[in-house]
């Protein structure tokens, strides 16, 4: 099996104002594609990895031979973790509902505190990574990565996600954070976090 690029669900220019159309293509179209084409180059010779997913392989790194772990988790990571980020953005503002809002009313008492620990998380971050919110073990809770680690080595299920890494908002925020993570609250697109929570 070979590992493809996945399309965006909109245009470039589709996050405007809060994204900008030259990072949204930067970001997606060399970026995101070069860890797919590096996790091509890994797996070569490996069809029986790789036919397992991208999820498998993520899970059972320990599977993964000793030479090409490193590679393979890196770009694999970047691989999923770029997918994920890219569909639960929508230029259409959305206000969260549902089951997400109940559980993370639930787990967090409420939806602005849940918001609060996860801002700040995101912009605290040391470095390049992700910070996510997850279900484990039955409960919400927000954790970062770095680099390209995945909730899914951990045994958590990925629902929402931020790419802190620079190259996610330099050309339009530059060393700014701050102002990506404001920007990104603006763009998530709940429904696919609620269908994601199942």
């Given at each position: 099996?070979?590992?493809?690029?996945?399309?965006?669900?909109?245009?470039f220019?589709?996050?405007?104002p809060?994204?900008d159309?030259?990072?949204?293509?930067?970001?997606?179209?060399?970026?995101?594609?070069?860890?797919?084409?590096?996790?091509?180059?890994a797996?070569q010779?490996?069809?029986?990895?790789?036919?397992?997913g991208?999820?498998?392989?993520?899970?059972?790194l320990?599977?993964?031979?000793?030479?090409i772990?490193?590679?393979?988790?890196?770009?694999?990571g970047?691989?999923?973790?770029?997918?994920?980020?890219?569909?639960?953005?929508?230029?259409?503002?959305?206000?969260?509902?549902?089951?997400?809002?109940?559980?993370?009313?639930?787990?967090?008492?409420?939806?602005?505190?849940?918001?609060k620990?996860?801002?700040?998380?995101?912009?605290?971050?040391?470095?390049?990574?992700w910070?996510?919110?997850?279900?484990?073990?039955?409960?919400?809770?927000?954790?970062?990565?770095?680099?390209?680690?995945?909730?899914l080595?951990?045994g958590?299920?990925?629902l929402?996600?931020?790419?802190l890494?620079e190259?996610a908002?330099?050309?339009?925020?530059?060393?700014?954070?701050?102002?990506?993570v404001?920007?990104?609250?603006?763009l998530?697109?709940?429904?696919?976090?609620?269908?994601?929570?199942?």
């Amino acid at each position: 099996m070979v590992f493809e690029l996945k399309a965006l669900p909109y245009g470039f220019d589709a996050l405007e104002p809060y994204m900008d159309a030259k990072t949204v293509e930067i970001h997606w179209g060399k970026h995101h594609q070069g860890y797919v084409n590096k996790l091509n180059v890994a797996l070569q010779g490996k069809e029986e990895l790789s036919d397992r997913g991208a999820v498998w392989i993520l899970e059972n790194l320990n599977e993964i031979p000793d030479d090409i772990r490193t590679a393979v988790k890196n770009n694999c990571g970047g691989m999923i973790n770029h997918d994920m980020f890219w569909e639960i953005l929508s230029g259409e503002k959305q206000e969260c509902f549902g089951k997400i809002l109940e559980k993370i009313n639930e787990d967090f008492g409420s939806f602005e505190d849940f918001k609060k620990e996860f801002t700040e998380k995101s912009v605290g971050f040391f470095g390049s990574g992700w910070c996510w919110l997850v279900l484990s073990d039955g409960k919400l809770e927000i954790i970062t990565t770095g680099d390209h680690d995945s909730p899914l080595s951990l045994g958590k299920k990925p629902l929402l996600v931020i790419d802190l890494w620079e190259h996610a908002y330099y050309l339009k925020h530059q060393n700014r954070r701050n102002e990506f993570v404001d920007n990104f609250w603006k763009l998530v697109n709940w429904g696919r976090v609620e269908e994601l929570l199942g």
